[in-house]
């Protein structure tokens, strides 16, 4: 069973960056994709970016150009290193894992999910 651990969010102000991180463990972690989405108070949760196993990446328009995906496979990790945070990325971050890069960028089908990290960003 795989287990994703988000961590790194918390209080920052608009223009601050942030790095939050995805520990993946239970499988071959080179085998899936990893996305991670978002859910603002009051909102749906919404895809904000995946990274495939040969390491392509794809944003949501909101973040490109401020978001940034990497994954290390030997540390089973994935980052997201967010620039220029602004008060709407205020949500709670949640990671995805499925071996089906399709699914985790259509936000559909997806296998695993974390617990979610909470960011806040201040005007």
């Known amino acids: 069973q795989v287990q994703l651990v988000e961590s790194g969010g918390g209080l920052v102000q608009a223009g601050d960056s942030l790095r939050l991180s995805c520990t993946f463990s239970?499988?071959?972690?080179?085998?899936?994709?990893i996305g991670w989405f978002r859910q603002a108070p009051g909102k749906e949760r919404e895809f904000v970016a995946v990274?495939?196993?040969?390491?392509?990446?794809y944003y949501t328009d909101s973040v490109k150009g401020r978001f940034t995906l990497s994954r290390d496979d030997a540390k089973n990790t994935v980052d997201l290193q967010m620039a220029n945070l602004k008060p709407e990325d205020t949500a709670v971050y949640y990671c995805a894992a499925d071996q089906f890069y399709s699914a985790v960028k259509g936000g559909i089908g997806i296998g695993f999910w974390g617990q979610g990290t909470l960011v806040t960003v201040s005007s």
């Open positions: 239970g499988r071959s972690f080179q085998q899936y994709a």
């Open positions: 990274i495939s196993q040969i390491d392509s990446t």
